[in-house]
Each structure stands twice: as structure tokens, then as C-alpha cells.
């Protein structure tokens, strides 16, 4: 689904459900009461309740590397979730770090229009959008992949939205491949690891060892399925630098913008109730569960793949459901009142 379909699938889902949600409205904080509950406030007001399901996500604030600092103030500096579209983008050329989903599709979508595209990668996996006549997202359902533990073998992996990214391709369309961004030099250049084959055969690798475990899962339950076709993306033979590029001089080669995909962190420094935000502003939960009354729901964990993605929800808001619901029960107990029905 494309950004609009997905909104208008939650929101038709809400309709269909005639359920009572309050657009446009912002919480800005959430505090304990004194005798129990929490107060919470939003541009609308003031809500009391009991319960208060966090829902935020720990990925809505794009981290930046300490090194952006020492970028000279002449480059404009843009996070990946600020990126719309090429034409928005100054002239000049472009420099992206980060090679996850944002950092691929930013980079392809920017080469093809017509500007020139350097690409810093990471340590990250590849993932084809299609195999066998099914999209990824539906073999990693079938096959159980999405309900096993994340780690850290692949990173995050690179996918297209619409079609397989790999290295490979971008290169073979003009983008200048790079390895691991990893300083910036006395005299203002850019300092770039060795690591770009590595780096490309990690990703032909997880690419590999998952369509592998798709075909063991297709021939393990006898399904009749389409052959493995051709995917032009993994296919592309790789353009790139030779020998590899370890420094760059950003005026020479006239980069004026430096796009930053490193990752996302969650702010939740408006959630003021002791117990369930640790030091360094994460949640302190278990399985959703954090101090009494506050849960946490769609936290990126490495419990599950399908974790902080709308797989997650169906199951943790069950969940979360069922144990408010003992929670009243246990509570009405305790003071002597009929259990819920």
C-alpha cells in the first residue's frame, strides 16, 4: 500500500467500526493523579482515565550521527523523513547515508531524476519485493519468519516498495556506491570505510538464505506455486568505483545536500509518569506492560520481526485488551464489587 491507501484503510476501518477516535487532536502530556488514574492533555483539553495505551512507536525521531556536526554550514543537512520529492531538493549533487529502505528508495528515486547520487552503505540485508508469484510480506507470514525473534544478522534490511533495490541496481543506474560513512578528515573531507564488496555480498547473501528458506517451506508443504523468476534488480551487474572511493571533497564534486537515513529513535519525554520511562527516555515494559495503568503498544523490539508494524498490533492490542479488562476485574474483586461481565 502507498502512505494515502494505508490511511484510508485505518480510517475506513474506524468508520466501519463506528468508533468514537478524535482526530487533530495532540497530547502533549500524560501525568498520575493522586488517588490512581492519569490525567492526560491534549489541544482538546483534559481527559481522566484509568488507562493509557502509548501507541506512538519508538521510530518517530530520525537520529543523526554525532559526525553531522562537523559538516560545513554551506551543506544543507535533511533527515529521510523529511524527504518528499527530487524536485524539492537544492541543486547540486546529493549525498545519502544509509542504506535501509528510506536510504535505497530516496537514493533510486533522486537518480532517476536526473540528479547525481552518492550512497554511504551499512552493514544492511536485502530483501526481494516479489518471489515465486507472492510478495515478501505474505512468505514471511506463511513461513512463520514474521513471528520469529529479529536479529542482528541482516540489520535493517533493504526493500522496495514497489520493486527489489539492490546495491547492484542502484549502481548500475548512476548511483556512486560508497562504503560506511566514518568521518570527516582536518582538511573537511568526507572518510568512507573499505567495506563496499563486503557490505554488497551480505546483502546477495540474506537475499539468498531467505528465498532458499522459502522454497525448503514451499517443497515442505507441497505447494503449488510459480517458479523462481528472474529478478532484474539482483541480476544487475554491479558499477562499482574501482578502485573504491575512501575520501570526498564535497565542493569538488558539488554536493550541496546530505540526506541522513540512519535509523529513528521514540520521544516520549511527554510521558511523565515514574516507572515507565527509563534514563535515556525508553519505555520500561514487559510484553507491553509497563507501571501500573500505562501500556506500550508498537515499540520496534527484537521479540518478533513483525514487531512496530501493523502485524504487531492486531495481536498486542488483544493483548493489551484482555489484561485491562483482569486488571478491573481483579480490582473490583479486591474492593468487593461484582466482577466485570
Not at 537514493?107 to 531524476?113: I, R
Not at 501493523?310 to 474483586?333: N, P
Request: aromatic content about 6%; overall charge neutral; proline content about 6%.
Amino acid at each position: 500500500m502507498t502512505c494515502d491507501e494505508f490511511v484510508a484503510m485505518v480510517s475506513a476501518y474506524a468508520q466501519r467500526q463506528k468508533l468514537p477516535v478524535e482526530t487533530n487532536t495532540t497530547v502533549s502530556s500524560i501525568h498520575p493523579r493522586d488517588g490512581g488514574g492519569y490525567e492526560v492533555v491534549t489541544s482538546r483539553g483534559k481527559a481522566i482515565t484509568k488507562s493509557v495505551i502509548v501507541a506512538t512507536g519508538n521510530l518517530n525521531v530520525p537520529k543523526r550521527p554525532l559526525l553531522a556536526s562537523k559538516l560545513p554550514p554551506t551543506v544543507i543537512q535533511l533527515d529521510g523523513m523529511d524527504y518528499r520529492r527530487a524536485s524539492l531538493i537544492e541543486p547540486g549533487a546529493v549525498l545519502v547515508v544509509g542504506c535501509g529502505n528510506s536510504g535505497g528508495q530516496i537514493a533510486e528515486d533522486l537518480v532517476h531524476s536526473g540528479k547525481k547520487v552518492f550512497l554511504a552503505i551499512g552493514r544492511n540485508g536485502r530483501v526481494p519485493r516479489r518471489y515465486r508469484g507472492l510478495d515478501i510480506s505474505l512468505w514471511l507470514e506463511k513461513t512463520g519468519r514474521y513471528d520469529m525473534p529479529r536479529t542482528s544478522k541482516t540489520g535493517r534490511p533493504l526493500l522496495g516498495a514497489t520493486h527489489t533495490i539492490s546495491l547492484q541496481a542502484l549502481s548500475a543506474q548512476g548511483v556512486v556506491m560508497l562504503g560506511r560513512f566514518i568521518d570527516v578528515d582536518s582538511s573537511g573531507k568526507l572518510v568512507f570505510a573499505d567495506d563496499l564488496q563486503e557490505n554488497a555480498k551480505f546483502g546477495d547473501q540474506v537475499s539468498a538464505d531467505l528465498k532458499s528458506e522459502i522454497d525448503n517451506f514451499i517443497a515442505s508443504q507441497g505447494l503449488s506455486v510459480g517458479p523462481a523468476q528472474i529478478d532484474e534488480a539482483e541480476a544487475a551487474v554491479a558499477q562499482f568505483p574501482e578502485p573504491p572511493i575512501l575520501s570526498l571533497d564535497l565542493v569538488a564534486n558539488n554536493i550541496s545536500t546530505v540526506i541522513w537515513c540512519v535509523g529513528f529513535v521514540g520521544d516520549f519525554s511527554w510521558v511523565h509518569v515514574p516507572g515507565a520511562i527509563d534514563e535515556r527516555g525508553c519505555p520500561l515494559q514487559e510484553r507491553c506492560i509497563s507501571v501500573p495503568g500505562i501500556y506500550f503498544s508498537g515499540l520496534d523490539t527484537s521479540l518478533a520481526f513483525k514487531s512496530g508494524t501493523i502485524l504487531a498490533a492486531a495481536q498486542e492490542s488483544q493483548f493489551i485488551a484482555d489484561h485491562i479488562t483482569k486488571s478491573a476485574v481483579a480490582g473490583l474483586e479486591n474492593k468487593g464489587g461484582p466482577p466485570l461481565p
